[in-house]
């Protein structure tokens, strides 16, 4: 499975500096708009998306059939996207953060609470960990080109989710006098659902790749 990773990494190589150049952009328009919290929010979006640049690498040159003939299993390709998507995420909130922390100190000259900051940036960075565990199983099914029409339906449909979640904590009242205590359950609540959403997104890829011929 290493050397599979390994072989994501080098062919996202050859659109790094694309991304730099989009990268470069984001700042531009954080100086325009002189909000920070613009940078995170698309470096992050950036970043997950490029499980579908990786994939679609694959699709074109038809690696799955080729895989199947080392010494890989049909588990191990679907494990290898889902760690890259975890990498690729992981590596959008640190540069995020470090983007907004640094934009920020140009910008306003003041430094915000790195834990606030952190948070926020770790939402935006779930709801994109969301969407894109929702696209996973879809690409398995249908490929990649006639999943990425599925895209926009993915981010309503966990907008949507989100939206229904903050409704029923509103109406709940666990919005009302939200101690230290009391957001840090709600933040780990809001973390184990989405690792249990990823682990079932995981699961239903594997039962797909299973059936699946080519």
């Known amino acids: 499975m290493k050397g599979l990773l390994l072989k994501d990494i080098f062919n996202l190589r050859k659109v ?51 895989a199947l003939t080392l010494p890989v299993n049909r588990e191990d390709l679907v494990r290898t996207k889902y760690l890259l998507l975890l990498l690729l995420i992981a590596a959008g909130f640190v540069v995020g953060m470090i983007g907004n922390i640094l934009i920020n100190l140009f910008i306003q000259g003041d430094r915000e609470p790195v834990l606030e900051q952190m948070i926020s940036v770790a939402a935006v960075a779930a709801v994109f960990f969301l969407v894109y565990a929702t696209m996973l199983p879809l690409v398995f099914k249908l490929g990649v080109e006639k999943a990425r029409m599925t895209l926009m339906v993915c981010y309503i449909a966990v907008f949507a989710g989100v939206f229904f979640a903050v409704k029923q904590i509103t109406k709940l009242g666990l919005d009302k006098d939200l101690t230290d205590g009391r957001m840090t359950a709600l933040a780990l609540a809001a973390a184990i659902g989405t690792i249990l959403y990823f682990i079932g997104s995981y699961f239903v890829s594997v039962r797909i790749i299973r059936k699946r011929e080519w």
Not at 23 to 32: E, R
């Open 16 to 66: 790094a500096k694309q991304y730099l150049l989009i990268l470069a952009f984001f700042v531009c328009y954080c100086f325009f708009l002189k909000n920070p919290s613009f940078f995170p929010m698309m470096t992050v979006m950036s970043f997950s998306m490029m499980i579908l640049t990786s994939l679609g690498y694959d699709e074109a040159a038809g690696f799955d059939k080729y």
